[in-house]
């Protein structure tokens, strides 16, 4: 992987996270596996004893003898337990709490008929808070936005006023006057209500994700935490318990609302955590003063039961304004967090994209480059036929400018003729740009110059995409040049094959000339051996003419096509020998061979020897005579069999000893053609097969077939 995509690779597994959590909703409950059965046990127990412990120090802190607690942690401390723990667990915990309140309560004096209830009462508001906020506020296990404690308490309030009225309604049936009945309404409502806004996020602070800090924790915060929860600890109890014994707070401390200070502190530099906690000892000793007959709200409220009233709610607001703030603050800082880590991924982002630019210009211009200093003029059209780009030698080929070709039609450098070719040339190549792909010299066209001027050019095509586009490069050549040399190398080739036709024709005419010259004297010879010689002369300068005469007539001077020479000779021969031989039957099989004239001349005069042989030698016996002659071109030899059904050789023929012309001959041209010749005797006749190898032409891949004898 190269350093740029690494480092963009980098970049992005970095942002990614940031971007998947700022789309997400902080308020997601993250699976947990349910515990083992151990520990939820465990659990269980530790919910119950838990409750039982708040419940008693509930009823300890009584307004009026008989009535409900000015503040209840129980209902708090089970409210947070149920939302952290699995539901499979809620019904043992629910169980054991009820049997420990309840319990307690017939301890402290309660008939069983009043506890039993009024602990059910207590327990199924727990279960009912928990129930809704489960359904409506599924994220308030996390405790991270304001709307979590906005659900709490409002939840939590209306819950737990009508399990007070449901209480209250239990103890007046048991003959207590309405207004106790009603003051133990508001004493439970408020007090339950205060016990889940500062119990239940006691429980859940500590199962949220931890806010990420710039910051590391220092001693210097210790010491600022220990500083800062004393003086609301000192604050609150001066103000609460001011004239409980020889408590006397000063005047300035003779109000509540001087812990405010301390509260927004701690929530501002503790967060959510640090907020509950100095909340939940601050409205411990608020409610014990006042329990107590401490002076805050003395003044204005006389009255204990009034006093106790205004506590809760005093208590709970500075709760409410406490925990709020901290949240605020803390998302704040997540918001923060968040920005900063992406600002950080965007940046390094940011800058391997500018690398990246720098290296795409980087590669044009060094693509610019290479497309001017590239001698052939090139032109990049899109698949409408537009130009796109080109290089400096197609803008001196054709004498435009770069800024007059891009953008423009390329047919403005077609000649007219050509243009409905070009396009439907690129129609076709938009279709199927593989097929049309030039892989050698492509078409040749009439270029249009700017001045309307043509020249021929040769195009070559080539495709490539960029994205889902189709690009076409057209490389232009001039090939003014290269035409003109090729037309004046086709007139020099015409000239010089007319002149080789030309004396081919009168090496053939010299050859007749002296073939002829051989025939006439034969004629006054009166020794048969000299007519022999001469008829013999004659026809071995016959067989040397007609290579040329072949040669003269065919459209290739390169080589002979020696199947239709050995056809003319055999018929040459036949001829000759045809009134002494009457029925001669002739078969020949001859496929397509072409030869050099250094091979078809030595083989044509040793086929002249064999077949003047076979035709004096070997019919002499009266038979119909048959010759066969094959000729075949096979994996670069050639062999030719000259096969008669005559009286055959001799047997005690012997070609080595024997010393006539003839013989000699052929020997002599067979090492000429670096071949060899074979001369054997068959049931009927002789074969001769003569072989060589092949200079000039095809030969194929399949074996020679065999012929065994003549028909």
């Not at 609460?240 to 000063?250: E, I, K, L, Q």
């Not at 095509?461 to 090729?486: C, F, H, K, N």
């Not at 013999?536 to 290739?556: G, K, P, T």
């Amino acid at each position: 992987m190269a350093a740029p995509a690494r480092r963009a690779w980098s970049a992005g597994v970095r942002l990614e996270p940031v971007l998947h959590r700022l789309r997400s909703s902080a308020s997601v409950v993250p699976f947990t596996p349910p515990p083992p059965t151990r520990l939820l046990v465990a659990h269980v127990l530790l919910v119950a004893t838990a409750y039982a412990g708040a419940a008693w120090a509930g009823f300890r802190l009584l307004s009026v003898p008989g009535s409900s607690a000015i503040i209840w942690p129980g209902a708090g401390l089970l409210v947070g337990a149920l939302l952290l723990l699995p539901r499979r667990a809620w019904a043992p915990t629910l169980a054991a709490s009820w049997a420990a309140t309840a319990s307690l309560q017939v301890w402290l004096g309660v008939s069983p008929a009043v506890a039993t209830p009024l602990a059910a009462i207590g327990v199924a508001e727990t279960v009912v808070t928990a129930s809704l906020l489960w359904r409506w506020r599924p994220s308030i296990t996390q405790f991270s936005t304001m709307g979590d404690m906005f659900a709490l308490a409002s939840i939590g309030a209306v819950v737990t006023a009508v399990a007070g009225a449901l209480g209250a309604l239990l103890v007046w049936t048991t003959g207590v006057s309405t207004e106790t009945a009603q003051h133990m309404w508001t004493v439970w409502a408020s007090g339950h209500a205060v016990g889940i806004i500062l119990f239940a996020p006691l429980c859940l602070t500590w199962n949220r994700q931890r806010v990420p800090q710039f910051t590391p924790v220092r001693a210097t915060r210790i010491t600022e935490g220990v500083l800062a929860f004393g003086l609301l600890l000192a604050v609150t109890s001066l103000v609460f318990f001011n004239g409980v014994g020889d408590v006397a707070a000063p005047l300035l401390l003779s109000l509540p609302y001087e812990v405010l200070p301390f509260a927004i502190l701690i929530a501002v530099r503790f967060g959510v955590r640090g907020a509950v906690f100095g909340m939940v000892l601050m409205a411990l000793v608020a409610v014990a003063g006042t329990a107590a007959g401490g002076g805050a709200f003395r003044l204005t409220h006389p009255a204990l039961g009034d006093r106790v009233i205004v506590t809760q709610w005093f208590t709970a607001t500075l709760t409410l304004v406490s925990v709020l703030l901290a949240l605020a603050m803390e998302q704040a800082r997540w918001q923060e967090f968040q920005t900063r880590l992406l600002n950080e991924a965007l940046a390094e982002a940011n800058g391997v994209l500018v690398h990246e630019i720098g290296e795409r210009e980087r590669a044009a211009l060094s693509l610019r480059m290479l497309l001017d200093a590239t001698p052939e003029g090139i032109v990049v059209v899109d698949h409408e036929g537009m130009v796109v780009e080109v290089n400096s030698a197609l803008e001196w080929m054709f004498g435009y400018t770069r800024g007059q070709l891009l953008g423009q039609p390329s047919d403005m450098l077609v000649a007219e003729p050509d243009r409905d070719m070009v396009q439907a040339y690129r129609v076709r190549y938009v279709a199927t740009p593989e097929e049309m792909l030039t892989r050698g010299p492509g078409p040749d066209l009439q270029a249009l110059r700017s001045d309307g001027k043509t020249f021929p050019a040769q195009v070559g095509l080539s495709p490539y995409r960029l994205g889902d586009e189709l690009r076409i490069i057209a490389t232009v050549r001039d090939v003014t040049e290269q035409r003109a040399a090729e037309r004046r190398m086709e007139t020099s080739l015409r000239e010089k094959e007319v002149l080789l036709r030309e004396v081919h024709h009168r090496v053939k005419n010299n050859m007749a000339v002296m073939s002829s010259l051989f025939y006439l004297q034969q004629r006054y010879a009166r020794d048969p051996d000299t007519i022999r010689v001469f008829r013999e002369s004659e026809s071995r300068v016959r067989s040397m003419a007609m290579v040329h005469e072949v040669l003269y007539r065919s459209s290739d001077l390169s080589a002979v096509d020696f199947s239709r020479y050995l056809e003319s000779l055999v018929e040459h021969l036949a001829n000759v020998y045809r009134g002494t031989l009457p029925g001669l039957r002739l078969e020949l099989d001859l496929e397509p061979i072409r030869l050099s004239i250094e091979q078809a001349v030595p083989c044509g005069l040793l086929l002249n020897e064999v077949l003047t042989n076979a035709f004096k030698h070997a019919f002499v016996d009266g038979a119909p005579p048959v010759l066969h002659v094959l000729a075949r071109a096979r994996n670069g030899e050639v062999r030719i069999e000259v096969i008669d059904n005559g009286v055959g050789i001799p047997d005690d023929h012997a070609p080595d000893r024997t010393q006539t012309l003839g013989l000699r001959l052929m020997q002599a041209l067979t090492e000429q053609l670096d071949g060899t010749i074979l001369t054997a005797r068959q049931a009927r006749g002789t074969r001769t097969t003569l072989t060589f190898p092949l200079i000039v032409g095809t030969s194929v891949g399949t074996p020679m077939p065999d012929v065994a004898t003549a028909s």
